[in-house]
Structure formats: structure tokens, C-alpha cells
């Protein structure tokens, strides 16, 4: 079967500090650190998954260590902020744990007599701190427990091994130009007879009804003509009559 897994956020809301105060001072100006104390069901690795502001969030721990009373302590870390009173208040956090770490109660390691599901009203606890040298300060209660509602996801199939990352997919062919607007239609026409490239150019034309001939060769001149003649002198007279 598979694990249920559950997402529990918190919303942060700034109420103000003492600015008297060295320690309202420092958080007011950065909040690098926020501890919440837990217990062995909700450690690693029952909390999966970590986010801030609904991205996941990879500078996180889970630490135990034996108390003074050699009870164990148990505590989720999360650090690496670079919050300041603005900036941090409407911040978001969300924890995604696994079974056995089955509910809120769990996760915030309730005090007994609030820790049953018939009183799930107990506050949960939590630290700030403005950098890694310090305690934490202060410690805190969330006015409400799960103040954004708890997500349920589907239960998580037992861990097999992930298959290769698919090649990447060939990009897509670029979206076809828009047309262009269509010609008015013109009425059809004989297509003509496409001309050579480099066509001999045509002989020139004349009027209609003159038919053309090849011009004659020139003739050679003629030689000069010889000087006529002198006309010939008239004839004489008739003689006149002889007497009887």
C-alpha cells in the first residue's frame, strides 16, 4: 500500500516587538533562521519536502539531541533568510510529511492533554533567530494551528527507481505567415506563349496590301552618249521655169 502524505502550512503575520529591545532590533532588520520543534515520527525521513512562499526550499535539517533530562529533543530547522519585518510578514511555509508522521499534533510535538484529536486547538511552537551564532529568540506560538488548511495528496507509491530523462523534443516548426489578402478576380485570358529568353529580332512590317520585295541591284551608269549629228542643210529651191 501506498504512504499518505500530508502538506501543512503557516502564514506568518508581523504583530510588532519591543524595539527597546536588542533582540526585537536584530530580527527587525533580518530573520535568517525559524526552528520548529517536532517529534521522532516527523523527522527525516517523514518530511519530504520543504517550501517558502511556494518554492521549494532546499536549507533545511532535522536535529535531535538528549535534554539535560535525557530525554531526546527533536527540532526542524530552516535557514538561509534573508527576511526583514517587512518582507517576512504574509510569508508562507509549508511542510510536506509522510506517515507515521500522521498529523499536526505530531508535527508540533503538542503538550499532552492537547495532543488528541477530540482538542487539536494547542498551539504549536516555533524560534526566530537573526543569524547562526545565536539561541533562538524568541520563542513563539502560532495563534492558530494550521492557520492555511492542510493539503492532503494522494498516497505516495512505494520509491522505485526513476526512469531516464526523455531526449528533448524537436522544437516546433514556426506558425505559417498569415496570407495575404486575395487580387480581385480578373475575367480569363489565353495564356500567351512564353518567348525565348533572347528571341532573333523580327523583320520590319509595311502597310497592308503593299508586299515587299528585295530592292534591285544598282545598275552601272551608262557610258556617254556621242554628239548628234548636225541636221542636215534644207534642200535648194526649185528653178524656176525655162521660157518657151
Known sequence: ????????????????????????????????????P??????????????????????????????????????IRLYGFSFNYTTFDGSTFCLTVTEPCNSILQLCDLQEGIRTKASPTGNCKFSISESSQVRFCPVCTVSQIAPMPSIMLPPMLPTTPSA?????????SPPSPPSLPSSPLNPPSTPSTPQPPFSPQSPPTFPPNQP????APAQPPKPPSTPLAPPSPPPPPPSPPSPP
Open 38 to 75: 517536532t517529534t521522532i515520527d516527523c523527522i527525516k525521513p517523514a518530511l519530504t519536502l520543504v517550501e517558502v512562499n511556494d518554492k521549494r526550499w532546499v536549507n533545511w535539517e532535522t536535529k535531535v539531541w538528549k535534554l539535560p533530562t535525557s530525554a531526546m529533543a527533536y527540532e
Open 164 to 172: 531516464p530523462p526523455k531526449p528533448p523534443t524537436a522544437p516546433s
Open 212 to 215: 515587299t520585295f528585295p530592292s
Open 1 to 36: 500500500p501506498g504512504l499518505t502524505t500530508t502538506r501543512h502550512c503557516f502564514a506568518v503575520t508581523y504583530n510588532g516587538c519591543q524595539t527597546k529591545r536588542a533582540c526585537c532590533k536584530a530580527l527587525r532588520q533580518r530573520v535568517y533562521k525559524l526552528a520548529l
